[in-house]
């Protein structure tokens, strides 16, 4: 059973904090990962994939990737209240980013 | 960037009744495109993903006689929910790649409420 398990939260930082957002995957088989951002009623609207070890960064955002330990993190930084949604972490089996399977999401609350 | 369109946004029907949701790709060819349902505070749950000229692939416990998906083109899917009952209530979302590779993109989802 191929799962992606990520905290539930709410995480909860003040405006101007780093934001640490963190995801386990079970499938050591997966290649690519991406992170959504999806705020209530809404679609899922995508942020950033990583498919190397290391850390890639755009803007505010880092995504970090460790496939030893199997996990991925997103950091915000300068967090703004506009950043507070569910953070969905997704991982495909192969570079071709088919079939995703997705985590449960973390909500974020970023307060002013 | 990619844009993935769906329609309708919204839709309120009686139990019993028949609803389409169309998803397309706008600016680029599908081969694949995946329908997603999610419940209020529960994740995205793949229900079927939809190849173009062939049947659709649906995950375990999904009716494929009560979810119809029809791909019919490089930029067109199709999800009717047949014979509509409450507990069909939900988000539905599509999403879609590019042929040529790339990350998923979604659609803004249907909200269909049946009563």
């Known amino acids: 059973q191929k799962e992606v398990e990520q905290n539930s939260g709410p995480l909860s930082v003040p405006e101007g904090a780093i934001a640490s957002l963190n995801c386990t995957y079970s ?49 915000i930084r300068d967090s703004q209240p506009s950043d507070s949604a569910t953070y969905l972490c997704a991982g495909s089996l192969n570079s071709g980013y088919s079939t995703l399977t997705f985590g449960k999401g973390t909500m974020l609350l970023v307060s002013p | 960037g990619a844009v993935v369109s769906q329609h309708p946004s919204r839709v309120i029907c009686k139990s019993g009744t028949s609803v389409k949701i169309e998803c397309r790709s706008l600016d680029f060819q599908a081969t694949t495109m995946f329908w997603y349902r999610q419940f209020p505070k529960q994740s ?69 409420t049946v009563t």
């Open chain 1, 27 to 75: 499938d050591r088989g997966s290649q690519s990962f991406f992170w959504y951002r999806q705020y209530s009623g809404k679609s899922p609207e995508l942020i950033m994939f990583i498919y190397s070890n290391g850390d890639k960064e755009d803007g505010r955002f880092t995504a970090q990737l460790n496939k030893a330990s199997q996990y991925v993190s997103l950091l």
């Open chain 2, 44 to 112: 995205l749950m793949l229900m079927a993903t939809s190849n173009e000229g062939s049947k659709a692939t649906y995950e375990q416990g999904v009716e494929k006689d009560k979810f119809l998906i029809n791909h019919a083109s490089l930029t067109l899917s199709t999800l009717t929910v047949t014979s509509a009952h409450p507990e069909d209530s939900s988000f539905y979302i599509c999403s879609a790649r590019d042929t040529q590779g790339g990350p998923l993109h979604f659609g803004n989802g249907t909200r269909l």
